[in-house]
């Protein structure tokens, strides 16, 4: 729980030295508790102060990072039970297992069918972020050998998934440089998976079947002298895994309750793919941080994928695309000139059913901050005078002769005004998007 200013101030020297710049401590205390200030600006504070205050201050849920240089991955650091309190900050990682009981082609052959799995969804790249290599060879020298494959063949941040602290031990001394996951620290070997992780400087999962479980095993795993650590509900059928991360989530956040305060990690290693698409998607939704599927079919991963870019957009800010002119094709200076707004929904919708049109076309995208038409049209910010400036900004006079602008069915009553503003002959097209290809057809 933050602490408020008076209290911040209980532990300040009250001298009011101004060294901080501040001409009380009072005045600096309130700046503390409203994250203006940082601490280190009281050089008189003490030490027993500075720990007090960090551990207060410390955010109720760890960041953990792993993997190595563009593709490290963070979780952690959630703020809110629900996103429209404010919004989630660390997107679920998505990991796709490989066995060590593959080898030479075979493990490369699986390793690069990972690496592919990624894809574009509404002008985003989305992707698989880690491999997970997992002992199923129960042999220590073949889950080593595997894991430096993967790192040799991907760059993905890497899970190394052993219930042997002696695999994981072997496999994190050979892959160390590229700080892998390990997983999993149960509670008959914590001690020694903790000394691994600490050895190698890994985070590592502690793996129990209850919160309980959980928080006794984190406590003994950070007495061990190690802070990273994620949190996985092990051996659970997925109605309670979710009812546990749940527990775990509102514990940590609400509560403030720091044996709990990590993030967590769901193994999805059984059943058929559609059964891990469907468990994925919903452990996405209920607060899983990382998720590792067996399976490797694209299909099974993109609906996880999808729930994610979803639940971790940050629904203050619209998702928007740029406002300019968008080619569809070879178009030239007969082409049909299409407006829309700049809500990506929107723009990516018009411009996929305009290239099934297989008219050549311009789309002139209108800054609405990121709102759809009708919404922008009812809060004046879809106006003849915000397209008229969108036109002579993007200089559509000199892209087109035809002097022909086609605008959305649904803002039709803006024609009349629109001609009126910028001179040129309005076209209202159809009202759904979906109608576009017919309607281009006909007026090409
Ligand atoms: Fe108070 Fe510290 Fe600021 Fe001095 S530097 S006024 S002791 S808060």
């Not at 060294?19 to 700046?31: E, I, N, V, W, Y």
């Not at 601490?39 to 201050?57: G, I, V």
């Not at 991907?154 to 994190?172: D, F, Q």
Request: proline share 5%; aromatic share 6%; net charge neutral.
């Amino acid at each position: 729980m933050a602490l408020t200013g008076l209290q911040i101030f209980k532990l300040l020297p009250k001298n009011n030295c101004k060294k901080c710049g501040k001409p009380t401590c009072l005045a600096f205390a309130m700046a503390l508790a409203q994250k203006k200030a940082s601490l280190d600006e009281c050089p008189e504070a003490s030490q027993e102060t500075r720990a007090t205050l960090a551990e207060a201050s410390a955010p109720p849920m760890r960041a953990v990072r792993f993997g190595a240089g563009a593709h490290e991955v963070q979780l952690g650091m959630e703020t809110v039970l629900f996103r429209h309190e404010e919004k989630f900050y660390s997107p679920t990682v998505i990991a796709v297992s490989v066995s060590d009981g593959l080898a030479g082609d075979a493990l490369k052959a699986r390793i690069r069918a990972v690496n592919a799995l990624q894809f574009d969804r509404v002008g985003t790249h989305i992707r698989v972020n880690a491999v997970a290599v997992v002992n199923d060879s129960g042999s220590a020298a073949a889950f080593a050998a595997a894991a430096e494959t993967v790192k040799a063949t991907s760059k993905l941040a890497m899970i190394l998934v052993s219930e042997a602290p002696e695999a994981l031990g072997a496999a994190a001394a050979r892959v160390k440089d590229v700080r892998p996951l390990l997983a999993c620290a149960t509670a008959a070997t914590a001690d020694a998976v903790a000394k691994i992780a600490k050895e190698n400087n890994c985070p590592l999962v502690a793996a129990s079947s209850s919160p309980d479980g959980l928080a006794d095993l984190t406590e003994k795993i950070k007495a061990a002298g190690v802070e990273d650590i994620v949190l996985c509900l092990k051996g659970l059928r997925i109605k309670d895994e979710l009812y546990g991360l749940t527990v775990a989530r509102a514990a940590a956040l609400k509560k403030t309750f720091r044996p709990l305060g990590y993030p967590t990690l769901s193994l999805v290693l059984e059943g058929t793919p559609e059964a891990q698409a469907g468990k994925a998607a919903a452990l996405v939704c209920k607060y899983a941080g990382v998720v590792v599927l067996a399976t490797a079919e694209p299909w099974a991963i993109l609906p996880a994928l999808t729930a994610i870019m979803n639940i971790y957009t940050d629904p203050q800010k619209p998702v928007q695309v740029e406002p300019k002119v968008y080619t569809i094709g070879e178009p030239t200076d007969g082409s049909p000139l299409l407006l829309t707004t700049n809500f990506s929904l929107t723009y990516y919708t018009v411009e996929s059913d305009a290239e099934a049109s297989r008219v050549p076309c311009y789309i002139l995208v209108v800054d609405t901050e990121g709102t759809s038409v009708l919404t922008a049209y009812s809060g004046d910010k879809l106006n003849e005078k915000v397209v008229a400036d969108a036109m002579k900004k993007c200089d559509v006079e000199h892209l087109v002769k035809h002097r022909k602008l086609i605008i959305p069915g649904y803002v039709a009553v803006m024609s009349g005004k629109l001609e009126e503003e910028t001179g040129w002959e309005i076209l209202v097209g159809p009202r759904e998007s979906s109608m576009l290809p017919k309607y281009l057809q006909d007026v090409a």
